[in-house]
């Protein structure tokens, strides 16, 4: 679920070579424009918002889900170099600022961590690998039509879609993954397949739904990932390993430091002898 913002319609294909007319001359009806990324001169008065002014969720249940997808996924890729955004413009076509869609969390990989205003996919040089949608009856049409069709143009290689409260998914939880398929053509080509199993092969997580929030197991590490009240306990305890750790290696360092000396003397009283 996420803001009702200008997005443009589907079209036929992200890789058609884009028109060069100014965003500032385009009708509002004429937004069918391709979405190929470029690089070309920008005129100096074409801006790109951060904001719309508009409310972050509808409800707090909505709210309350996209802040534990976050912050449960910022914790997961601390120190990697990727980045998880929560409901900023996604710009994915140079020179048209009205090409844009707000996606509830995304994870970038292979960029600078960190948050940014807004994102545009020309200037990091990378899609979103991972994209959620904390989805409601009122965005129902758009996030299983116009965004699945956009973000499997766009190669994001797996879309979520979490239903907090249970009003319209079965189940409370859709996931789909880029994966070998055919044109009606019969030609080869990419599209999302449904996940069976609710593992993300792209995060390296399970999947669980927990009533009203979505939680994440660690299949490496055997543990869930923590909820935004649950990190700063497990931060304290993960520090407090670690200077149990630093004192054992202190302690380790200077019991071999003694019977180094030990070893020393030892050898000196035989020399003696």
């Known amino acids: 679920m996420t803001r009702d913002r200008p997005i443009a319609p589907p079209m036929s294909s992200l890789s058609t070579a884009q ?16 979405t190929v990324t470029i690089h070309q001169p920008q005129p100096a008065d074409i ?14 249940l909505h709210l309350n889900a996209i802040i534990a997808i976050l912050k449960a996924l910022q914790f997961h890729l601390c120190g990697q170099q990727a980045t998880v955004l ?9 020179g048209y600022p009205r090409l844009r869609v707000a996606p509830d969390v995304m ?14 996919i020309w200037e990091e040089g990378e899609i979103p690998s991972v994209i959620f949608e904390v989805t409601s009856p009122g965005t129902r049409q758009e996030d299983q039509h116009h965004k699945h069709w956009l973000y499997q143009q766009m190669g994001v290689q797996e879309y979520w879609l979490f239903d907090p409260k ?16 055919r044109t009606p053509d019969g030609d080869p080509c990419e ?11 792209v995060l390296g997580l399970r999947l669980e739904v927990c009533g009203p929030l979505l939680r994440f197991f660690n299949e490496a590490t055997g543990q869930w990932l923590p909820m935004p009240d649950e990190i700063g306990d497990v931060l304290a305890e993960r520090d407090r390993v670690a200077a149990e750790l630093d004192q054992e290696r202190q302690a380790k360092e200077a019991a071999l430091a003694e019977l180094a000396e030990l070893r020393e003397r030892l050898r000196q009283l035989e020399t003696d002898a």
């Open 19 to 34: 028109e060069s007319t100014p965003d500032s001359a385009i009708a509002p009806n004429d937004l069918a424009l391709p």
């Open 47 to 60: 801006v790109y918002p951060s904001a719309d002014g508009k409310p972050l969720a509808e409800t707090y």
């Open 86 to 94: 929560a409901d900023q413009f996604l710009y994915y076509s140079q």
């Open 107 to 120: 994870v970038i990989f292979n960029v600078a961590p960190g948050g940014r205003d807004n994102y545009k």
């Open 166 to 181: 249970n009003e319209w998914i079965e189940g409370q939880l859709r996931g789909y993954q880029l994966g070998p398929s």
């Open 191 to 201: 599209a999302y397949l449904p996940i069976t199993d609710n593992q993300s092969a």
